[in-house]
């Protein structure tokens, strides 16, 4: 078992940057490949981004690759989403995620265990 907790969302202006956090426990995070996913109200869940558990593999969104950077720092046991020029259409509550499995599909929400409660990411003037 690992438990995620996000931080680090929050109310900006068009063009703006946030930094996202996603605190592990109960185990390390490098055991996992971790990802991040957003989810606005009555739309799908989005893949962000995510990162291999070497960290040598990166993977975006196809809106995010420019402007959003994912890391992760397993001596802190966290992964880092930074996220910059955003846009109103980046409101959305972000998720963080691992997957513990050989198989991984980053992309898709089914290719991860575990989840975080999400931290609200609002861009508006």
């Known amino acids: 078992q690992v438990q995620l907790v996000e931080s680090g969302g929050g109310l900006v202006q068009p063009g703006g940057s946030l930094r996202l956090s996603c605190a592990a426990s109960?185990?390390?995070?490098?055991?996992?490949?971790m990802g991040w996913f957003r989810q606005a109200p009555g739309k799908e869940r989005e893949f962000v981004a995510a990162?291999?558990?070497?960290?040598?593999?990166?993977i975006y969104g196809e809106f995010m690759k420019d402007r959003f950077t994912i890391s992760r720092d397993d001596a802190k046991n966290t992964v880092y989403l930074q996220m910059n020029r955003l846009r109103p259409e980046d409101t959305a509550t972000h998720f963080c995620?691992?997957?513990?499995?050989?198989?991984?599909?980053?992309?898709?929400?089914?290719?991860?265990?575990?989840w975080g409660q999400g931290t609200q990411v609002t861009v508006s003037s």
């Open positions: 995620a691992a997957n513990a499995g050989d198989d991984w599909l980053p992309r898709r929400p089914y290719g991860y265990d575990y």
């Open positions: 109960g185990r390390t995070i490098s055991d996992f490949d």
């Open positions: 990162i291999g558990r070497s960290g040598s593999r990166t």
